[in-house]
């Protein structure tokens, strides 16, 4: 019996540690990828800038799916630490449907 609980918790600190992991590469500055150009006349010269999910200038250029999956991601992180140190043994639905959506809207670029 003691092995099963010892499988238990480790499910419960994966909840946290794979939103944690999210997050980390959400505040690599490779995150996002914007492409500038020089006017519509000159097609050919074009600049690739990257930036964090948490910088303003995905914002400014239109995008804000980046910014809503990092802002998603941390309310997963606090709901899964609530969720780690309660002693109910119920599934964290709020963090399951809240892990999709971040997933739909960090997806939401390539639609």
Partial sequence: ???FSNIKLLKRWLVLLAPITALIFELLPYGVKLVFSDGPENNFRK???TYSYFHIMPL???NWGPMITGVLTG???ILAIVW???KK???PMAIIVLSIIALCTSLWVFA
């Fill in 75 to 77: 309310i997963i992180i």
């Fill in 84 to 86: 780690l140190f309660r």
């Fill in 89 to 91: 043994e119920n599934r």
């Fill in 60 to 62: 400014a250029y239109g």
């Fill in 1 to 3: 019996m003691r092995r």
């Fill in 47 to 49: 600049y690739v800038s």
